[in-house]
């Protein structure tokens, strides 16, 4: 079975420019959430999608904004982008039951210069 | 007081060693309870779920105390392979809506 993929794998943007990464969940799975891994730090929250609706946002700015389509597959954009952003985006699926863990991507590793 | 805590490490032990990680929560109402390993430069995989009665999986025991709002990880035998940085996780809610919380991890060497 495939795991969750994640579209690119790499890229490097200047400031000022915006980003669209892609991503797509276990089959089966109807959650998405994407998080945001700065060197150090464990993985922030920044959004989940259950059924194309948002179930909920982290603390980033406007910047950020997400979307998830009819087959749960999901983009997250980013606006404006700043040096800080700079990161490990992870994309996450997970099954509805309480007790069930996520599962990630590779991530996409994104570099603002 | 951040939402999940962990022991700062690193942690450097011997090859055979026992080690033993600590992750504390604040919110009571927390559902659900993870360990994730993390290798250098990769995503973070589950290692396993934490339950109210403590669980094994080889190795490792997780443990949970809901009243001190505590979870412990206990790595025995430690390997050379066992070399990652382990994440606390805690989430409110099912899979249908909230998210998981994430502490900063421990870093773990082994060393031969």
């Known amino acids: 079975d495939a795991g969750v993929t994640q579209s690119p794998t790499h890229l490097i943007k200047t400031r000022g420019q915006h980003v669209t990464l892609r991503c797509s969940p276990i089959?089966?799975?109807?959650?998405v959430s994407w998080y945001q891994q700065v060197l150090g730090q464990g993985p922030q929250f920044i959004f989940q999608?259950?059924?194309?609706?948002?179930?909920g946002r982290g603390n980033f700015p406007d910047r950020f904004s997400a979307r998830q389509f009819p087959n749960y597959s999901s983009e997250l954009n980013v606006n404006a982008l700043l040096l800080g952003d700079s990161a490990l985006y992870l994309c996450?699926?997970?099954?509805?039951?309480?007790?069930?863990?996520?599962?990630f991507g590779n991530g996409t590793r994104l570099t603002v210069t | 007081r951040k939402e999940v805590e962990q022991d700062p490490g690193p942690f450097n032990v011997p090859e055979g060693a026992t080690v033993a990680f600590n992750c504390t929560y604040s919110n009571s109402a927390s559902q659900s309870f993870f360990w994730y390993r993390q290798d250098c430069r990769k995503e973070p995989k589950l290692l396993m779920s934490v339950y109210s009665s403590g669980n094994e999986d080889g190795r490792f025991t997780a443990q949970l105390n809901r009243a001190s709002q505590y979870i412990s990880l206990l790595i025995r035998d430690s390997k050379l392979s066992d070399s990652a940085t382990y994440l606390c996780?805690?989430?409110?809610?099912?899979?249908?809506?909230?998210?998981?919380?994430f502490g900063k991890g421990t870093k773990l060497s082994v060393k031969p």
């Open positions: 089959s089966g799975h109807k959650s």
């Open positions: 996780v805690v989430s409110l809610y099912g899979g249908s809506q909230g998210n998981l919380i």
């Open positions: 999608y259950y059924e194309k609706e948002e179930r």
């Open positions: 996450a699926s997970r099954q509805d039951s309480l007790r069930s863990p996520l599962h």
